[in-house]
Each structure stands twice: as structure tokens, then as C-alpha cells.
């Protein structure tokens, strides 16, 4: 399968060049031993559980988490049976705190996916125990091409940009059509600083009702 192949056929109907370089390289690093996260075939994960037409809120992270049995394709999430990482654990408490849940149900955020929350990193790769090392593969031009897809489309998205990194996406969004949520990283060394009592979950669906929009279903 070629890298083109390999890209999800709906996003492909709205990006009709994807920049698919950094893929490659992933392969070449895999062929030169590396171990690379998401594991093989989920680098696109998030855009095959949120096709275009699909698209209600993005969520942007910055690079996948780097150690084993976390890494699954989606910003943020980690699979059920994997301990939540830190910015994951305060995402949950912000989440429940702003739901009225006693405890979240799951560590596993794909129902949001597939609810239309499309969870997009940054950089779409990361080599075992370096973050970040894959910043200079070229993904940012790819997602950047994502984000510029989603501002195009024709149904209101709640844009949720949380830490510096997202927030200066803010450039390709339209906020005549769309709604921007910018706030602080629920990484513990800002989650403190705005982050908590956000509630960026009940304030995207009172925002999109604004514009006569659906609310989206947060249910995990």
C-alpha cells in the first residue's frame, strides 16, 4: 500500500494533495529499528473514527505519548486497560467536573471520535521514550492541511486549542463560522492556571446552540 493508499479515502476527497513525506520516513525509521508510536496502522486512527462530514469539534494535542500500550491514534487517549497519563487524568476530572459525573467511565476516548470529536495531534508519530522526536518529519504541514480542510467545511466545528502549540492554529481557523475555545494545557504544570473550571465541554455545546447547531454527545 502507498502512502497515499494508506491515507483515509474521505479525507482525501477534501485534501486532494495530502502531504504524506513524514509517513515515509516513518517507514524508514521502522526499517532501521526504531520503534515508532501509534503502532503500525494507527497513525491514522483519528481520521478514520472522524471522517470529514463527520467533523463537530477538534481537539488538538501536540505528539503522541511515547511509551508502550499508550499511543493509540487519537490526541489524548490511551486504551481502557493503560494507566491515564497525567494531562489525560486532568481531562477526565475537568470533564467530569463539568458533566456532573462523579468518575469518568473511560480512559478511552474513541467514543468521542466517533461522536465527531476529532482528536488531532500536532505531529502524528514519536519514537519509543522521545517526545517530540519526530517534530522535524513534517507532519505540521499535514495537520495544518487537516485544519484548513475543517475550517472549509460547510457544518459549524467547536475548535478546543488547549496550550500555546494549538493555540497559535487559531490562524486557520474562520471564527465568523466556527467557534474557538482557547485555554491553558491540562498538563499538571498549567492545568492549575485556567485549565480546571473551563468547562470547555458544556461551553462548546452552549456555543455551537448559539450558531443553531446540535450539541455534540460527550457520553464516554
Sequence with gaps: MT??????EEWRRVIAEPFLTPLERVHEARDNGAVVYPPEGKIF???????????????????????????????????QTTKAPPSLQNI??????DMGLAEAPSSDLTAWAR??????????SVEEG??????????????????????NLPQTIAFILWGR???????????????????PHPSPLS????????KPFTTANRMLAAKGAAPIDWTL
Design 130 to 151: 522521545k517526545p517530540l522526536s519526530h517534530q522535524k518529519f513534517g507532519w505540521q504541514k499535514l495537520t495544518d492541511q487537516i485544519l484548513e480542510a475543517c475550517n
Design 45 to 79: 486512527t483519528a481520521l478514520r473514527l472522524t471522517p470529514p462530514q463527520n467533523v463537530r469539534a477538534v481537539i488538538l494535542g501536540q505528539d503522541p505519548y511515547h511509551e508502550p500500550e499508550q499511543a493509540m491514534g487519537l490526541a489524548f487517549a490511551v486504551p
Design 92 to 97: 477526565l476530572k475537568e470533564y467530569c467536573a
Design 115 to 124: 461522536h465527531g470529536v476529532l482528536l488531532l495531534n500536532t505531529l502524528l
Design 191 to 198: 492545568a492549575y492556571r485556567g485549565f480546571f473550571g473551563s
Design 3 to 8: 502512502a497515499f493508499e494508506s491515507f483515509p
Design 165 to 183: 502549540n494549538a493555540i497559535e492554529k487559531r490562524r486557520l481557523i474562520d471564527e465568523q463560522r466556527h467557534i474557538v475555545i482557547a485555554g
